[in-house]
């Protein structure tokens, strides 16, 4: 879902071929140092490689790719042509967890459906700050300007939708419209759950994207006023030639697939790659992952998000991830033994 990064940035992104940040160190593991490698299902895996791969530039994973279209034994495949590198920058992994909101709106303003998602005006292509959500809200800078891809019902869900990036909207006759992040307002995103930890309101602990959407519904006017101390602003553009029963567009361009996707820091894991996550807490994770998104939080080697899928409950599940664990990239092996010469 692009998760906050403009589709301009794609082709720079696809570029990369392996880490380009310098405070990584690499080391090679063996698959049997993957705890609960044999467990997995290896061609599920496999399958959501494939719908990637082919977009890689790099030689070496294109290689890799033609390969893997010739596999009948999917666990052999990852062993024979990868090896495991666990890649660190010194900070802990963080596993988090994003999904594709689904909500309910009209091509048309009227009753319930108040509340509009908007296209980029030109003004905001440029990158630079602009109007803050305030701005845009208090003074209704973008009406009358045919921007407008559909009206939602609930502002709530419109704010979260800004912050995951894309979403399925439910139209009254019961056909989809599907949207993409399209550009945003050139602010930085500001957190509301530190706002309401700040202000007393919760502790640390208690705050998930649930008990925030709960709050601000409980306190409408006092709601509000916290949903603007964010200032970022998001603008969307219509892909609804993804099917509805497919996921959305990651950053590859490509629908990705409940827990089999992630969006990863680019610096350090190369799109495309196959990522063996081991994530603690409450519903431990071990499976094969493959890295098809980005997003502006997700920055470090050890920095995951998980998609868990469309709605609401895909929304429940992802708001309670924040794991410790590790993950492992697979990379193809020469490109492995060249991030960690001497092994």
């Known amino acids: 879902m692009m998760r906050g990064l403009a589709a301009a940035c794609l082709a720079g992104l696809l570029a990369m071929t392996g880490p380009a940040a310098s405070d990584a160190a690499h080391k090679i593991l063996s698959f049997d140092d993957l705890k609960g490698w044999a467990d997995d299902d290896h061609q599920a895996a496999l399958d959501v490689f494939l719908n990637t791969c082919r977009d890689m530039r790099d030689p070496e994973w294109r290689g890799v790719c033609n390969f893997a279209k010739q596999q009948t034994n999917a666990r052999t495949f990852f062993e024979l042509f990868f090896r495991p590198v666990l890649i660190e920058d010194g900070q802990p992994m963080l596993f988090t967890g994003y999904y594709e909101p689904e909500l309910n709106g009209s091509r048309?303003?009227?009753?319930?459906?108040?509340?509009?998602?908007y296209s980029l005006p030109d003004e905001a292509r440029s990158?630079?700050?602009w109007f803050s959500r305030r701005d845009i809200e208090e003074q209704d800078v973008l009406a009358g300007r045919d921007l407008e891809i559909a009206w939602i019902d609930d502002p709530v869900d419109v704010f979260f939708l800004h912050v995951q990036g894309s979403g399925r909207i439910k139209l009254p006759d019961g056909s989809y419209v599907r949207v993409g992040y399209g550009g945003k307002n050139g602010h930085d995103y500001?957190?509301?759950?530190r706002e309401l930890v700040r202000q007393g309101v919760y502790e640390a602990h208690q705050v998930s994207a649930q008990v925030?959407?709960?709050?601000?519904k409980r306190n409408p006017e006092e709601g509000a006023e916290l949903l603007r101390h964010n200032p970022s602003y998001v603008f969307f553009r219509e892909v609804s030639e993804v099917p509805a029963d497919k996921g959305p567009l990651g950053a590859m361009n490509r629908s990705i697939t409940t827990l089999r996707s992630i969006a990863v820091d680019p610096r350090y894991t190369p799109l495309g790659a196959p990522v063996w996550i081991e994530k603690g807490g409450r519903g431990q994770m071990r499976k094969l992952m493959i890295a098809q998104d980005t997003g502006s939080a997700i920055k470090g080697a050890q920095r995951a998000d998980i998609f868990f899928g469309t709605g609401a409950v895909a929304g429940r599940q992802a708001g309670r991830v924040r794991d410790p664990g590790r993950m492992i990239v697979l990379m193809p092996i020469q490109r492995a033994y060249a991030l960690a010469p001497g092994i």
């Open 108 to 117: 048309y303003q009227g009753g319930r459906y108040q509340y509009p998602l």
């Open 212 to 216: 925030i959407r709960n709050w601000v």
């Open 190 to 193: 500001r957190s509301i759950g």
């Open 127 to 129: 990158g630079q700050a």
